[in-house]
């Protein structure tokens, strides 16, 4: 869970975030749920926070069913594929949730 402070203090985070799904055309579940793992995840450094809004982002598009490929969000988030391949998993295990076994 994340405080409305968190929101405040990351809100160049959350443009970033909808730009991103912007690029990829994802409903409004889709964002919705991104911003929300992303606020509920928010990494300490700056340097990772790019990679946790291109996380977020895929995750949020599968709990949405608004799926993307991985290399499809990193192009839009300007990361690697490898990045959000490593990162999305363990973004939804820190927000509680379970992440698919496909």
Request: hydrophobic share 40%; aromatic share 6%.
């Amino acid at each position: 869970m994340y405080r409305a402070r968190d929101q405040v203090e990351n809100e160049e985070w959350l443009t970033t975030l909808d730009e991103v799904a912007d690029r990829l055309d994802l409903g409004e579940e889709a964002r919705s749920r991104a911003a929300d793992l992303f606020l509920s995840t928010i990494p300490d450094a700056d340097r990772s926070k790019r990679a946790t809004v291109a996380a977020s982002v895929y995750a949020g598009s599968l709990i949405a069913g608004d799926r993307r490929s991985q290399g499809d969000v990193a192009d839009a988030a300007g990361v690697a594929r490898l990045t959000v391949q490593g990162r999305w998993k363990e973004l939804m295990d820190e927000a509680g949730l379970e992440p698919p076994r496909w």
